[in-house]
């Protein structure tokens, strides 16, 4: 494992994005996002994302001729067409447009389709409570998981993030309709880790911790078995119908990397209705009383979603963020191309 410092990190990506023909601008943006989410730990959707990005660059994948349309509004509601354009700033600019349009309306809802892989959800959920909002934002994805009591895949893990504001730290919750998404299980096969609770099945069709065993097979467990595959279904069904995009099925039949997918944005403005301060003791008094509990015997401390992101962020600015040496390798020799 190298440890790169932040700084030498963002420049090296920002150089390699511009080398692959993003421009300045959205290098600049781009290298935040895969150095960050490192940064603050989420590890499967940072750097370690980064040269399937370049490959999907390369591929025409995500494409860097295009912008973001409106497509069609009602009051505080808007459908935007990403027309394939790089996922994470779609994103940002999704959330950022819900958070305005939520400081009129109360509660607004920004839909996109057309969009591609947008990394970490829980940054669009964070970049929300920054700016005081609570939100709601999920997006579906290729068939990755089978529905419960199925051998093949033909749901998404669609993830889902739910965020809360509290001055003390938000509450993010960032999770997938599967008990582990698929980069985490990567993370534990390059660090050679078992899974700490049953994840999916191997060739014999047996409930397995072994992370390469469940990548082989591609059937990841949906978390809660039978809740977690119905909540796919639904998010996904909720993610098409908002943006009128394609749903997992459309997606997977198209010959792309995981492309054209349908995400929602959804802010709310809690604080312009009910007094601000009552709600904050009200968050913090439910998030005291959770933080009380007794963990078990041999247990960690208990934490919310989201409690650790600036403790690690500050571990990995002082001693270098973690990067996988086979990772830094394929960025090295991107850049070193004619």
């Known amino acids: 494992m190298l440890y790169i410092p932040f700084d030498d990190l963002v420049r090296t990506l920002e150089a390699a994005l511009e080398k692959a023909g993003v421009d300045a ?40 001729d295009t912008t973001p349309e409106r497509v069609a509004s009602l009051g505080g509601m808007e459908v935007w067409d990403g027309r394939f ?3 994470p700033l779609i994103a940002e600019d999704a959330m950022a447009r819900a958070v305005e349009l939520s400081r009129t309306h109360g509660i607004a809802c920004v839909s996109v389709r057309n969009s591609s892989h947008w990394m970490r959800a829980g940054r669009y959920g964070r970049q929300a409570a920054q700016a005081g909002m ?15 009591g199925a051998e093949d895949p033909r749901l998404g893990n669609n ?25 985490k299980l990567e993370v534990a096969v390059q660090n050679g880790q078992m899974l700490p609770f049953d994840g999916g099945y191997d060739e014999e069709g047996r409930l397995t911790r072994d992370p390469k065993a469940i990548l082989k097979t591609r059937r990841i467990l949906p978390a809660g078995y039978w809740k977690g595959s119905a909540m796919s279904l639904a998010l996904d069904l909720l993610a098409g119908a ?33 007094p601000a301060e009552q709600v904050d003791r009200l968050l913090d008094e439910a998030v005291e009383f959770l933080l009380s509990s007794k963990p078990v015997p041999g247990g960690a401390p208990i934490r919310y979603p989201g409690q650790d992101v ?29």
């Open 310 to 338: 600036e403790r690690t962020a500050a571990r990995n600015l002082e001693r270098g963020v973690p990067v996988a040496e086979e990772t830094w390798e394929k960025i090295q020799a991107h850049m070193q191309r004619p």
């Open 85 to 87: 354009g790089p996922g």
């Open 134 to 148: 609570a939100a709601i934002l999920f997006t579906n994805t290729t068939a990755n998981m089978p529905a419960w």
């Open 25 to 64: 601008s959205r290098a600049a943006r781009l290298s935040d996002v895969f150095a960050r989410n490192s940064l603050e730990g989420v590890y499967s959707h940072g750097v370690n994302r980064f040269p399937r990005f370049l490959f999907c660059i390369r591929e025409g994948i995500v494409r860097l």
């Open 242 to 274: 908002l943006s009128m995009g394609r749903t997992v099925c459309a997606v997977t039949r198209a010959p792309e990397d995981e492309a054209g997918l349908s995400q929602v944005f959804i802010a709310i403005n809690f604080r312009g209705l009910l």
């Open 159 to 183: 993830p889902i993030v739910l965020a809360v504001p509290r001055s003390k730290g938000p509450v993010v919750v960032d999770t997938a309709m599967s008990q582990f998404a698929y980069g």
